[in-house]
Structure formats: C-alpha cells, structure tokens
C-alpha cells in the first residue's frame, strides 16, 4: 500500500473519529439533561451616592420629637454584639447565591433594575462546544429577550476564528469602488486619452485666441479656424462668371425684336413685339409679356426689366467688356440682377451667392466661434473620473460585481458558526475546572405591566458539527416591584362647572347669486349643495337633547367691489331673497319633525304628549335677516393672512387711516393693481358670503346660571396613567394642579426638587403617613439626611407598616441601617 493511500485512510479515520466523539459527548449530555440555574443574589447591590466624598454630609445627632413630647438622639453608628462597644459601620458588597426564588425590587425614575446570577455547571462546558444562554423576562403578556451570555469552548472558537478567516479572504478578493482604477484600469490608454484631451484643450485655447484678434475675412482663410481657401472661393467666382455668359447668351437668343432703321413701320414692331421670351411661355403681337400697349406693362416692375434686358441685347460689347473686368463684388452684382431680370435660375447659383455674401462671411465666423468655444469648454468640463471609468477592464468588473453580490451567500456558505449579536458576555472556555457564576443586571423600563416580573433561562449547547441540543428552562424568577405609586391618591377628584341657559352657534355658507342681482336661484347645483347643508344643521339643532332654537339669524355680506350704496341693497335683497326660499324649506323640515316629535314614551311605555316648552319651534317665523354691505374688518382679516400680497403692510395700512369705503377701494386699485386683482378674483368671493346665527336655550332650564359639580374626567385620567406607570404623559396633565399626585410623578422622573416643595407646602402633609414618608425618601435624596429621618420616624409614628416598607426603598434601608433604627424589629 502506498504513503498516499496510508495518508488517505489516516484521515478518514479521524475524521470518523472526531464524529463519533461529537455525537458521543452530546449523547451523554442529553442523558444527563442538565440545565443552566438562575439565581437571586443574596442581597442587592446598594445603591452608591451620586455626590462626591466632599459633599457628604458631616456626621451628627439627629433628634426627634415625638407625638407624646419625647425626644430621641440617634447617631451614624453600630453596636457590637460581643464586646458592646460603638464602632464605624463599613458596608462590603458581596455577590452570594440566595435560596430563595422570589424578590421585592424598586422602581426608581421610572426604571428598574432586575439582577440575577447565571450558574453554568460544569456538565455545559466543553471545549467543542458553545453554550448560548438566554435570559427571559416575562411581564404581562409581554416576553423582553435580554442579550444573551455565550460560553464557547477553546477549540471551538478555533474554529469559528478559522470560517471567519475564509470569508475575510474572501472579502479580500472583492476590490473597492475607490481601487477599481487601479486594480482594473488600462493605465496607458489611460495616459494616452487624458493626453489627447490636453492637446485638444491647447489646440482649441489657441483657435480661440486667434479667433479674437482676427476679422471675419482674415479668419476666413487662416489655416487654423478658416472654413474655406482661395482657391475654393475662386471657383466660386468662376461659376458666377460662366453663369453670367451663358445667360448673356440666351437673351441674345431669345431677342424677338430687332431694330431695323430701314422699315419706316419699325415702331409699330417696337410697340407690339416682346423683347424678350421667357421659357415655357408663348409670345404673340400684343401678347401679355412685356407687350407695351398703351404704355401699360402688366407686371410689377415690367418696365426695368424691359429696359435691362434690351440693354443686354443692344450693347453686348460692353457687356462683355463689364464682365471681363469684374472685381469679386461686382460679379456677384451681374450675377444677381441675371439671376432676378432674365428668370434664367440655376439651383446652384443661389446657393453660391448667399455662401458668398457678407451675411454668410459673418454668420460662419460665428458659428466658428461657437463651435470653438463649446469644444473648449467641453475639454475643460471633462470628468476625469468619468475618463478612468472608461477604461476599465469591463470583465473583472464584472466578476468582482459578481463576488459583492454574492458575499452573503459566502457568508451562510462558510461560516457555519457565526458569532451572536448583540451578547452581553462572550468567553472563552481554556480548561472546564467548575461552575462559572455570572452577576446579570438589566434596567427595565417600567410600565403597567411590571408590577410583578418573572424570569427564567433558556439554553443551546452547538457542536463543531453543527450539531446542537435545547437545554430544560431554568426555573423561574419572582420579581415583586414596589414603586411609588403605591401613594397613589386614587381619591375622586371633583370640580365645578358654570353652566349657563343661554348659548349661540354659528355658521357661514357660500351662495351664487347672479352678478349685480339679488335673486337666489335655487337650481343651480352650488346652491342646493348649501341649502341641503343649512338645513342638517337646523335639523341636528332642532333634534338636539340639550338646546331648543329661539331664532336664527342670517346676515348676508357683499364684497368691496362697486360703489357702498349698490352693495348694501344688493346685501339687504339677497338676505331677504334667501330667507323667502329657507321658509319654504324650513316648513317642510318643521312640518316633518313636528309629526314625529309630538308623541313620545313615559317609563311605563306608554304614549304621552310633549310639553309645551320642549316642543319644537316654529322656525319659519323664527327666522330674521339683517345685512352687511362690505365687511371691511373680515377683508382686513383675510389680507393679513394671505401670504401671497406683496404689499400687504401697505394696504393694510390703507384700510385703517382711509374712512371713505369707495374711496379707501379706489386707491388700493389705482396704487396696487396687482395685488387688487387677486383680492378681487381670491378675497372678494370669501365675502360674498350668508353667516348664520342660531340662538339656543338649555331646554327645561329656568335660571340663566347654574353652579355644578361633576368628576374631574381630565384629573382622573392622568392618575390611571399614573398608576400604569406613564409618569410623563400624567406629568403634562396634573403639572397646573400641584397636589400629591403632582409630586409623586415629578419624584417617578426624578424631578426632586420640584416633588419636594409641592409636598412640603401642603396643607395635609403633617398629618399624613403617605406624604411623610414621601417627604422621607426626597429628603435623603436631595442630602438632606437629618430631615429624611425626622420625616420617615413621622411617617411610622402616623401609620407602624411603614417601617417595613422602608426595607424595600433604598433611600429610607441606608438610613435604618445607618441609624439603627428599629433594631428590636428586624433582628
């Protein structure tokens, strides 16, 4: 057999090996069913003073007075119980495991503190293993999951360090977006395109300084930023030289008429005899080309025509000597007026004359520039990140993507065993040599459901495997929390109401009614909506248990538009316009509820007539109108609150010192145009307005004032929150009220101070247990140790339990034990 072979099965074997020692070793462990323990500690931890070693108080004899005239002095100190002597009492904090299951803690400024100790036995620890233990509070019906404790063996934190190797190496294989460059960049092409954008960059600054200093016809030609050479406009002129020719050469062609001095009838041919026939077009005697019939030239400017294209036919050897010594502007002049007089047109030939014109010469020389000046400004906007992305090897971009993207599915792939978070302990276990105890606190936000806590563990023990088996629930915890709400005053609280007979509601509603007319049409759809609305809420006054209606009043307003005089008769009519309609309205509403309301039901069932003061009111009768012409001080109202008036402080001004209404409209008009229009088209229709006035009466009510005492609901609730420990949500409710519920949420959001002086100054504090020994527990709190202790030996004087309950509070246990107070009661 061979090394390789040899090697192979060694392999196999331990790997088989270590399985079967895994499996084994939880095997055993589910035999043995053992379970994490959570324990109180023998004694809380006390609570240490918050003011440095300088502040505290120098020690004294306190001395008390009681009820009966006798005076105690008590003093900082303890007996010994063998020799008798007084010694300096020094407290050490120890954590020692308690028996017990159950426990009395305090809130305090609406927290608590829950402590516990973690017993890990022995059995749980294994350097293969991982123990996870999860501490869980029940309260109510609420599960809080504290951060757990983990306990993990050398080896297999070994292990986990080791997956947790691989996947940061395989993080390192995944290149940042900041290294992309330099990782996948092409550096040369790089360099290269950077440099061809340096030289573009120089290229285009010089085209453009050359540009400045040079004129259209010098830039023309320049060999840096010319658009054409001399050659080329040469050409051009050639091409106009020939087109000159050769439409010389029709005319002369296509002269009908020759002078003949010879024919005495020769004028008669020059009266009726075109001079010249147009292509496409049949010349007759007396025909409509340029035919001179009693001197009448039927088209526009026949007559220039006529004469220049005779002066072509009658002088050709000046017309060629013109054209043989043409300068470059002159041939374009010939060319023009052939192109214009003879209808000879070449598609090119316009085309050439425009290139060639000062208007072309000037209109390139800008484009140029433009052209110049965008490309050079573009070079220098040229992101050079954008340039280095541009280079990158897009294939191992890809595949690092690919390995990002992929990173959690690494994760799950390679660490198999990750480390929990959030934990409030993780260790590591080198040698299992006996039970690991952990002291475990945790503050608690208190609620209406932590009155009474319960706590257990629960346990995981994980394998290198994989493997992992649930641990039993440890027994469980009994947590009692006695805050300060057990002085709650749950008392009723009282308070008076004024009540009065009289009472008024109002409304505005918004009618159309036709421009510059009083009349309601009462079809229009806008108009129904707003009746059908005056109506429900008559009705819901009518039906009402508490008010009867004694009269409605509308008052109708117009806006400021037009002269006062119009608006306040347009005001009265529309007022009285809308009362006609409602009556008819109002009576079939009062007719309807009347019926139903006649009758009702006594205790007995049976049926019985209303009263005659409970009846229903005859609201058509009831109903008055009164006007407004321009409610001034409403537009005032509105123009203050448009934030959209420019000059709003000027025109709010102007409505205050001008008297005149016309007047004071006019100017705003004439100064502010503007603004005026949007008053007219937004303001002025929130004006053109109907305001209802609804006058009530308590029904069966006879005096106009009436003194009542009903239940502070208000009061009342911020005590339930009280007592479900929602200290400042109550705060916000009973802060104005000042009494002993006030202090007692001010001391639950340690607000001492303000606690302090609200108890102090009541008139009840002296003869009340409750508020004494409150008085008790702010006083040690604020280092007022002296009357902390008067106030708490009060507090026992007026009710003896209170000196048991001074056990659970650690500011009132510091002082007992300080002072030796009630000694005889609690050895």
Request: net charge positive; glycine share 6%.
């Amino acid at each position: 057999m061979s090394m390789c072979e040899w090697r192979g099965y060694a392999v196999g074997a331990l790997v088989v090996g270590a399985l079967l020692t895994g499996c084994g070793s939880l095997r055993k462990l589910a035999k043995s069913d053992p379970k994490v323990g959570a324990y109180l500690p023998a004694r809380s931890k006390r609570e240490l003073a918050a003011r440095a070693a300088d502040t505290v108080p120098a020690q004294k004899i306190i001395t008390f007075r009681r009820q009966d005239g006798t005076e105690l002095y008590l003093a900082p100190a303890t007996v010994d119980s063998v020799s008798g002597e007084t010694l300096m009492s020094v407290a050490i904090d120890e954590v020692v495991i308690s028996a017990a299951g159950r426990r009395n803690i305090v809130e305090r400024n609406g927290k608590i503190n829950v402590d516990f100790i973690v017993s890990v036995p022995d059995t749980l620890q294994h350097l293969d293993w991982r123990l996870v233990v999860g501490p869980r509070l029940l309260k109510g019906e609420d599960t809080l999951a504290f951060d757990p404790l983990v306990y993990s063996g050398e080896r297999f934190r070994r292990m986990q360090q080791h997956e947790y190797d691989r996947y940061d190496a395989y993080l390192g294989r995944i290149v940042d977006s900041a290294d992309y460059f330099d990782r996948f960049g092409r550096q040369g092409l790089y360099r290269r395109r950077l440099d061809g954008v340096l030289d573009q960059r120089a290229l285009y600054a010089g085209a453009m300084e050359r540009l400045e200093w040079m004129t259209p016809g010098e830039a023309m030609y320049d060999r840096v930023v010319g658009w054409s050479t001399p050659q080329e406009r040469r050409r051009q002129e050639e091409i106009l030289r020939r087109y000159v020719r050769s439409t010389d050469r029709k005319v002369r062609a296509r002269m009908t008429y020759v002078p003949d001095a010879g024919n005495r009838l020769d004028h008669l041919n020059d009266y009726f005899t075109p001079r010249y026939r147009y292509p496409g077009v049949e010349v007759l005697p007396g025909g409509a080309v340029y035919t001179r019939v009693a001197g009448d030239y039927p088209a526009e400017g026949g007559r220039d025509r006529e004469a220049y294209i005779r002066s072509l036919g009658e002088r050709p050897e000046a017309v060629r000597n013109e054209l043989r010594t043409a300068d470059r502007e002159t041939l374009r002049r010939l060319a023009g007026e052939r192109l214009a007089y003879t209808g000879l047109r070449r598609k090119t030939i316009g085309g050439l004359l425009r290139e060639t014109g000062d208007s072309a010469l000037m209109e390139n020389y800008r484009i140029r520039s433009g052209y110049v000046a965008d490309r050079l400004a573009s070079l220098y906007e040229v992101d050079t990140m954008a340039l280095r992305n541009s280079v990158l090897r897009q294939g191992q971009l890809a595949r690092n993507e690919r390995r990002r993207l992929g990173a959690p599915d690494a994760y799950r792939r390679l660490v198999r065993h990750p480390y929990p978070d959030p934990v409030r302990l993780d260790t590591v276990i080198y040698r299992p040599d006996g039970r690991i105890d952990y002291y475990y606190t945790q503050q608690v936000q208190a609620d209406e459901n932590t009155s009474k806590l319960r706590l257990y563990l629960t346990g995981e023990v994980e394998d290198r495997n994989g493997r992992s088996y649930r641990l039993r629930r440890s027994d469980t915890l009994y947590y009692n929390v006695a805050s300060m709400t057990t002085f709650l005053d749950e008392r009723t609280r009282y308070m008076q109401r004024i009540v009065l007979r009289d009472a008024e509601a109002n409304a505005r509603f918004f009618f159309t009614f036709p421009v510059g007319k009083s009349s309601l049409v009462d079809t229009l759809p806008e108009n129904r909506r707003q009746i059908a609305a005056v109506k429900s809420l008559t009705r819901g006054l009518m039906t009402d248990p508490v008010y009867l209606i004694d009269s409605i009043t509308l008052r109708a307003t117009a806006s400021p538009e037009g002269r006062w005089e119009l608006n306040e008769r347009l005001a009265r009519d529309r007022a009285e316009a809308l009362r006609r309609v409602l009556v008819g309205e109002f009576r079939v509403l009062y007719d309807s509820l009347n019926v139903a309301g006649s009758y009702t039901l006594d205790e007995q069932g049976r049926q019985v007539m209303v009263e005659e003061e409970d009846r229903l009111p005859d609201l058509p009768n009831l109903l008055r109108t009164t006007s407004l012409a321009e409610d001034w001080d409403e537009l005032y109202r509105l123009v203050a609150a448009d934030t959209l008036l420019t000059h709003k402080a000027e025109i709010l001004e102007m409505i205050r010192w001008e008297g005149n209404p016309d007047t004071r409209e006019w100017r705003i008009r004439l100064k502010y145009p503007r603004e005026y229009a949007r008053m007219r088209s937004v303001i002025y229709p929130q004006m053109r307005a109907v305001d209802f006035r609804f006058n009530l009466h308590r029904r069966g009510m006879k005096q106009d004032t009436v003194y009542t005492t009903e239940v502070d609901s208000n009061y009342m609730h911020a005590v339930d929150l009280l007592r479900k420990r929602r200290y400042e949500e109550a705060l916000t409710i009973l802060r104005p009220y000042e009494d002993r519920n006030t202090a007692l949420a001010y001391m639950s959001l340690g607000y001492d101070a303000a606690a302090y002086r609200i108890l102090r100054g009541l008139p009840e504090a002296s003869s009340t247990a409750d508020i004494q020994y409150m008085l008790a527990i702010l006083a040690a709190r604020l280092g007022e140790e002296e009357h902390a202790v008067q106030y708490f030996l009060r507090a026992v004087e007026l009710r003896e339990n209170l000196k048991f309950r001074g056990n659970l509070d650690p500011e009132i246990s510091r002082l007992i034990r300080r002072y030796g107070l009630f000694r005889e009661d609690f050895e």
